[in-house]
């Protein structure tokens, strides 16, 4: 008897339940959209961030201090070939300084800021290739491995220079350069080229690398040969719980009413993410409205056919799905003239949009 009673109460929960959900779906949907919230100037939003004050500094305190009595233990896994991947929730920017300013005193280090927007990696192997130089001249080797050394720093293409970060010039093990990077998975180098080259460069016989990540998706950024035999990491979880003051520096702010600059970096990332194509199609719309300040915008039709010569799009469906993404993105919107044609616009002040076209040719 008790368990029919027990199989009569969950029958009524299940019904209960699905009527819930079946009034539910009647009821009213709600108008408010996101863009009728009331924002603040983002200025004003960071002042106010920056007022608030730190919770729990005497655990954090002492955790980050647990952590600087294992820079002995990282140092030797540096010097065992590994890469150091520091991942957990917090900045991990400070710890990796410290780190590197302290317990690799002794290397030459080289920092790069992957929360960035844009990186030039080359420009990233020519400092280290340099630093490299100088360090083998230190040595006072040989004059004869002094001028290899010298010969093979001037070719200057990417796999040339890590040529010669990879060349044992020296066969001591501990002579390396260390690179730190913060945000290994930033927007700056996510792209799977420069990741490429990131394992390449972290794989080379004078280098050691030191990383941190923050994205719970960013180990899909690497395949099994990346990740065991060229970075080789040794993962280490060290949650600092620290803000992401500088790193939060290039993002916009939520809830921030953004100026023409903030508008113009907020667009790109936007735009960054779509294919090249998808920009392409967008450059010939925005360099339209700049010619034709005067006019309403761009006439559909036209902007097919100038896309169609320069082999943008074959269809007009194409091109209706990359308007369908801007539109979604509020990149591009449309309006009638005063012959009921309609024509597509990007809701922009001009300098914005030259500033925009600017940073996404880059």
């Known amino acids: 008897m008790e368990n029919n009673e027990e199989d009569d109460e969950e029958m009524g929960f299940s019904r209960n339940y699905f009527l819930a959900k079946e009034l539910g779906s009647y009821g ?20 106010a961030m920056a007022k608030l004050e730190p919770k729990h500094e005497k655990e954090v305190k002492a955790l980050i201090e647990s952590y600087k009595s294992s820079y002995s233990e990282w140092v030797f896994e540096l010097r065992c070939n590994f ?6 929730f917090g900045s991990k920017k400070a710890l990796l300084e410290d780190f590197a300013s302290t317990a690799l005193a002794e290397y030459p280090v080289i920092v790069i800021n992957g929360y960035l927007q844009a990186i030039n990696i080359k420009h990233v192997l020519i400092a280290m290739a340099e630093l490299l130089l100088d360090l083998l001249k230190s040595k006072r080797k040989t004059a ?41 998975e930033g927007p700056g ?51 600092t719980f620290a803000p992401y003051k500088v790193e939060g520096m290039f993002y916009p702010l939520i809830l921030s009413h953004a100026g023409s600059a903030q508008t113009s970096k907020s667009a790109a990332i936007v735009l960054q993410s779509l294919t ?16 034709h300040p005067d006019e309403h915008g761009m006439p559909v039709n036209n902007l097919y056919s100038a ?15 990359h308007l369908t993404e801007f539109k979604d993105h509020e990149l591009v919107k449309t309006r009638k003239d ?22 996404i040719s880059q």
Not at 28 to 47: A, M, N
């Open 28 to 47: 009213k949907k709600s108008t408010h959209k996101l863009c009728d919230i009331g924002v603040v100037p983002e200025e004003e939003l960071r002042e």
């Open 276 to 291: 090249p194509n998808a920009q392409s199609v967008f450059k010939v719309l925005a360099e339209y409205q700049l010619a």
């Open 189 to 239: 180098l996510r792209d799977s080229d420069t990741q490429q080259t990131l394992a390449r460069m972290a794989a080379c016989f004078h280098v050691r690398i030191v990383a941190s990540i923050d994205h719970v998706n960013a180990p899909l950024l690497w395949d099994k040969k990346m990740v065991h035999t060229q970075f080789n990491w040794w993962w280490h979880h060290v949650p």
């Open 307 to 321: 896309c169609r010569e320069r082999f943008l799009v074959s269809s007009q469906v194409t091109l209706n799905s």
């Open 338 to 359: 005063s012959d009921g044609q309609e024509r597509l616009y990007v809701p922009l002040p001009g300098e914005v949009i030259e500033k925009l076209l600017v940073e």
């Open 83 to 88: 890469g150091l991947l520091m991942y957990g």
């Open 144 to 184: 004869k491995g002094s001028a290899k050394a010298e010969e093979q720093f001037n070719f200057k293409s990417v796999d040339d220079l890590l040529s010669f970060l990879d060349g044992a010039h020296i066969k001591d093990n501990d002579v390396f350069i260390c690179v730190v990077v913060h945000n290994i």
